[in-house]
């Protein structure tokens, strides 16, 4: 990916990054992709140790890829490990940021629903049930919108901020599959039109 890093990391550094994976792990309520700006916030604003191209990229791949959408975090690892040396070290940060989303979560997931499924039909089960719903909603809008805004403001780039709204709309209001959108999207982003 373009425009690397040179990183020297610690193995303090290395430490901080699993622990912090850890913690967006416990946070990752409706798929890592929805920790997405804090993943930013850290990883490109504070610590430096990506530009906002291998961000991007590293998310735009893994979507556009078959298999797990949680792929983005192994790229995520592997630019910074890149970043930091070579293709070792590259592994090691695939490694320290899958194990770090993964474990957590995995564990709480597996735990949690046992314990759901057995007392499913208790009153606060089902009110946390409603509750999650609406801060799935509000972290997916924060990463389309961090997404979004490294491609420029509306002001800038209009159409692809319409063609966003209008397939959100789409989504909303339609049983239109969302491959067909994604195929749109392709056509317009190849014709050169967003």
Known sequence: MSGALQLTLALGDW???FLHYMMLSLMSIGGAISTTPEMHRYLVIEQHWLTDAQFNASI???QAAPGPNVLF??????????NAGN????????VITMTGILLPSTTLTYTAARWGHRNREMRAVRSFKLGMAPIV???LIA???ILGSGHGTPSQ???LWLATGVTALLIWRTRLHLLWLLAAGALLGWFGLI
Not at 73 to 82: E, P, R, S, T
Not at 87 to 94: A, E, H, N, V
């Open 60 to 62: 735009a791949i893994a």
């Open 157 to 159: 780039d209009w159409r």
């Open 73 to 82: 975090i192994a790229l995520m690892g592997w630019n910074i490990g890149l």
């Open 137 to 139: 909603i509000g972290l």
């Open 143 to 145: 990463t389309g919108w």
């Open 87 to 94: 293709g070792w070290t590259g592994l090691l940060g695939m």
């Open 15 to 17: 430490i901080t990054l």
